[in-house]
């Protein structure tokens, strides 16, 4: 390695000031440590330990806390350069031809039966002053000058010297440790990912401090933190995307090494900030950022920090999502089908999950209030059983109010779906006594169905209509006697929802009396033969699979053994 003499001697006082700045920045950082000037920030940094005869009880300090150090003295040398020295370091070869011919001058000397000290020693002295250009390069990747293409292409040099360093590691892996060098195994990955991790940690912190204009406006210190570190993550992921990724190797897969970090490193801040408890403004501004500037975080994370503020951490998660869904939808050319449909299924799955929080409480309290029906007190009209339940269910929405018009609706046809779900299994796991009792029954499930329906109506759901002609045209099913029109209209039943199955058309032809099993034969088999080819052709929507019936199969199989 032909490095200038007047080059050399600089860098020879530049590692005589480093043992001095290390100490001098342990000791600010409350770290006292006793090491010698003659430890190099670059043992430090690439093996993350000091040598063993300079160690110290107080000495067990973490890895990041040490190369955090190690880099402020890096930049602390790096000032000391005069003007001079950095000119002529400008002309030096690039980092990845240093890498090469170091690892040429490794596998020569130690491919001697024998060689000197001094050549060793020399060689190891040159493998730390390239490490600390390395990480200097990688340290600075989100300085301003770095975006320009001559700092591009220095920390694309340094990358490929890191991979370099990795296969001259795997080339000694399987020697003798008697003949491999003292220096092997580098680990320049590893250093690598860990220098990443401390750049994180230390770009998120010192976004905290910086009193932007846009921060200074807000109300309340857990808005101005999350503002800015919001900001900062989106700056600098935006960063990686556009042109930190090209110096890069795709197997090193850094947009999600980076994005893996900023999402760690952001969700333990914010569930710090929120373990406290958050007033309701404040939630709604997190779940803001959370899902249209980095809809990455769990909202799970949020109300396990604090679970009285379940509701209004998924109400403002709903707001958000909405948002973010309006966001992606109207996004023309920037994303493809393929990724629009990507993010509205995750953004689908995520609604329903925050919808699911305010449902699935009511399910087993609905499923109580529905236990009467087709007994002998509500076929015979003296008892009401829905009545009751809406007014239950309005209680309930009124707690809602604050929800957003277009949230609530979508809540409000879910629970409009539920109680209909619920009110067919309670229908189709009854056992009917007689025709009169299918009748009757059937006459107060359409009084139901218009109940159920204009309730919903009002509430805002779109959808009440197609439940209510579902429900009444189960009840004509009921009501029918003669085979012939039971045929046509389960028939008609089975083209209008494609998800009403053949279990489903033998579990209602089960209550049925006078039905043989020939009759019932018959209509499934006329059920198969007009079902749709296809089936997305017909727009009615889905909802019999809704209804699982773990009793269907039990009942096919006695009506089969009766044939």
């Known amino acids: 390695l032909k490095i200038p003499a007047k080059i050399w001697n600089n860098r020879k006082v530049k590692n005589q000031y480093e043992g001095q700045l ?113 990480w200097m390069a990688v340290h600075n990747t989100f300085t301003p000058l770095s975006l320009n293409d001559k700092h591009l292409e220095v920390l694309r040099n340094a990358v490929d010297s890191i991979q370099q360093q990795e296969m001259q590691d795997q080339r000694w892996r399987d020697c003798s440790k008697d003949k491999v060098p003292s220096w092997r195994p580098q680990r320049w990955l590893s250093t690598h990912n860990k220098l990443l991790q401390t750049m994180v940690e230390s770009r998120l912190t010192e976004a905290t401090e910086d009193d932007s204009d846009e921060a200074k406006q807000l109300s309340s210190a857990v808005k101005k933190q999350v503002c800015q570190m919001g900001k900062r993550l989106k700056e600098d992921l935006l960063t990686v995307v556009r042109t930190v990724k090209d110096c890069y190797p795709m197997k090193m897969d850094i947009l999600n090494v980076y994005g893996g970090l900023y999402h760690q490193t952001f969700s333990d801040r914010l569930a710090k900030l929120t373990s406290s408890g958050l007033e309701v403004d404040d939630c709604s501004y997190v779940l803001f950022w959370v ?143 007689s025709r009169q009792q299918q009748v009757a029954g059937s006459q107060r499930m359409v009084e139901d169905a218009k109940k159920i329906g204009s309730f919903f109506e009002e509430e805002g759901c779109g959808e009440a209509s197609w439940l209510s002609e579902m429900l009444c045209s189960l009840a004509e099913i009921l009501r029918l006697q003669d085979p012939a029109s039971i045929h046509l209209e389960v028939v008609n039943l089975a083209l209008k929802f494609p998800d009403f199955s053949g279990a489903h058309v033998s579990a209602l032809l089960s209550l049925k009396f006078g039905l043989s099993a020939l009759d019932v034969r018959s209509i499934r088999a006329s059920v198969e033969e007009n079902r749709p080819l296809d089936v997305s052709a017909n727009q009615s929507p889905l909802f019999f699979s809704r209804v699982k019936l773990k009793w269907i199969d039990k009942k096919i199989n006695q009506m089969w053994i009766k044939s």
């Not at 000091?50 to 402020?72: G, H, W």
Request: hydrophobic share 35%; with cysteine; proline share 3%.
């Open 291 to 433: 899902n249209h500037y980095y809809p990455e975080r769990s909202v799970e994370d949020l109300v396990k920090a604090n679970p009285s503020n379940l509701h209004s951490v998924i109400k403002a998660q709903l707001v958000c999502e909405q948002q973010l869904r309006d966001y992606i939808t109207g996004q023309t050319g920037g994303l493809s089908e393929e990724q629009r449909g990507r993010c509205l299924d995750t953004l689908t799955a995520l609604r329903d999950c925050g919808y699911q929080c305010f449902t699935c409480p009511l399910h087993g309290k609905i499923k109580v209030y529905l236990g009467p029906l087709w007994t002998s007190p509500w076929v015979g009209g003296s008892l009401a059983v829905v009545d009751p339940l809406l007014n239950f269910l309005n209680q309930q929405l009124d707690d809602l109010s604050d929800l957003k018009p277009a949230c609530k609706q979508v809540l409000v046809c879910k629970l409009h779906q539920n109680v209909v779900v619920q009110y067919v299994k309670k229908t189709m796991k009854t056992r009917m006594k």
């Open 22 to 134: 290390i100490l001098h920045v342990l000791k600010d950082e409350g770290i006292m440590l006793g090491f010698s000037s003659g430890t190099s920030v670059a043992t430090v940094v690439t093996t993350g330990f000091l040598p063993a005869e300079q160690t110290s009880d107080n000495m067990t300090k973490s890895f990041s806390l040490i190369i955090y150090v190690c880099y402020r003295v890096v930049l602390l040398v790096e000032h000391e350069l005069d003007g001079e020295q950095q000119e002529e370091q400008q002309h030096e070869e690039q980092l990845n031809e240093v890498t090469r011919k170091l690892i040429l001058r490794e596998d020569e000397l130690f491919s001697q039966d024998s060689h000197s000290e001094e050549e060793e020693d020399q060689l190891q002295k040159d493998y730390e002053s390239l490490s600390i250009q390395i």
